[in-house]
């Protein structure tokens, strides 16, 4: 497995097959709650399924409700099972943390440089280290 240095956001440690985005993701309006799934049509994931599996997006694109999206996939287990992104803007981290106050159950976050970033690809096998800044990937 190839191990590329993350900078922690949430700690914590998961493991899933990638799922990659190419373009920022807002979980409002771009996530359907109820399902966990990509639910706008204009997104280049639209009809993906985000639970299981290693969210990877260059960034978040939101509003405020991004944390109340994701802590609801996170109370359902309809949530990524962790999210590795280029940047995070704090509101996407809060819904995580609340979520391990309330439920005991978080998505752990970790932010890649650009060359990290780029070598991931949709179906790699990913090991999201959170505690340990690194993101463990063996291609699909």
């Not at 990524?80 to 391990?100: C, D, K, M, N, Q």
């Amino acid at each position: 497995m190839e191990r590329l240095s993350a900078k922690p956001v949430i700690p914590g440690r998961a493991e899933g097959a990638a799922l990659v985005s190419p373009e920022a993701l807002s979980f409002w309006g771009d996530v359907d709650p109820a399902t966990g799934r990509v639910s706008n049509p204009r997104h280049a994931l639209h009809g993906e399924a985000l639970a299981g599996r290693v969210l990877v997006f260059p960034e978040g694109r939101g509003s405020c409700t991004t944390s109340n999206i994701l802590l609801e996939l996170i109370r359902t287990g309809r949530g990524p099972a962790a999210i590795v992104s280029r940047s995070v803007e704090p509101v996407l981290a809060v819904g995580p943390l609340v979520g391990e106050a309330l439920y005991g159950r978080t998505i752990p976050m970790v932010t890649l440089d650009a060359e990290a970033f780029g070598r991931i690809r949709t179906g790699d096998w990913l090991v999201v280290d959170a505690n340990a800044g690194a993101v463990q990937r063996r291609e699909a």
